[in-house]
T-cell receptor, first 113, second 116 residues
Framework: GAVVSQHPSWVICKSGTSVKIECRSL??????MFWYRQFPKQSLMLMAT?????????EQGVEKDKFLINHASLTLSTLTVTSAHPEDSSFYICSSRVNTEAFFGQGTRLTVV | AQKVTQAQTEISVVEKEDVTLDCVYE???????LFWYKQPPSGELVFLIRRNSFDEQNEISGRYSWNFQKSTSSFNFTITASQVVDSAVYFCALSEVSGSARQLTFGSGTQLTVLP
């Protein structure tokens, strides 16, 4: 089946720095990539939807200037957490749909210290 | 708007017991998909099942079974003869069938602990 490869699987960064998370579709073209965030012991909440070649759509309450999404090709979508703060520490996971299926990356556990 | 409710936050059972995880959903769509995922401590989502709203047949896969009741908007998941390795967080999710906004709407999850 289709595979979404997400890197890094975990990252620790200092407060104020930026972190980039990559999601690649390995054997299919992902015109749309969904980015979710999961705080400890909570559910997955949709942050934004990226579309290849166009601007991402952000959910209410998600700062687009802080969470930069780039979907420049059909196989790569990136999420950059800019000027990260401890409250951005979370589990980030990407997903793409192929027909009826939903494929998820392995997730990235971000810790901001 | 779509909504998925998993009322059971945490469940603990003893190994070999059967356990049912409840899922109730709300949607205005006439056609939709329902999913169950398992999330072990590693965080990765493990796909368990996808069900089309047209298909109300119950499904069994090994120790897993699913009961889809469209009349009550429920899609419950039963694990029979539970094992310690079943310990994880389980999420029920809902999505549209078509259209640009086909993201999954997740329930809050149920933490299942199977004790030896």
């Amino acid at each position: 089946g289709a595979v979404v490869s997400q890197h890094p699987s975990w990252v620790i960064c200092k407060s104020g720095t930026s972190v980039k998370i990559e999601c690649r579709s390995l054997d299919f073209q992902a015109t749309t990539m969904f980015w979710y965030r999961q705080f400890p012991k909570q559910s997955l909440m949709l942050m934004a939807t990226s579309n290849e070649g166009s601007k991402a759509t952000y959910e209410q309450g998600v700062e687009k200037d802080k969470f930069l999404i780039n979907h420049a090709s059909l196989t790569l979508s990136t999420l950059t957490v800019t000027s990260a703060h401890p409250e951005d520490s979370s589990f980030y996971i990407c997903s793409s749909r192929v027909n009826t299926e939903a494929f998820f990356g392995q997730g990235t556990r971000l810790t901001v210290v | 708007a779509q909504k998925v409710t998993q009322a059971q936050t945490e469940i603990s059972v003893v190994e070999k017991e059967d356990v049912t995880l409840d899922c109730v959903y709300e949607t205005r769509d006439t056609t939709y998909y329902l999913f169950w995922y398992k999330q072990p401590p590693s965080g990765e989502l493990v796909f368990l099942i996808r069900r089309n709203s047209f298909d109300e047949q119950n499904e069994i896969s090994g120790r897993y079974s699913w009961n889809f009741q469209k009349s009550t908007s429920s899609f419950n998941f039963t694990i029979t003869a539970s094992q310690v390795v079943d310990s994880a967080v389980y999420f029920c999710a809902l999505s549209e069938v078509s259209g640009s906004a086909r993201q999954l709407t997740f329930g809050s999850g149920t933490q299942l602990t199977v004790l030896p």
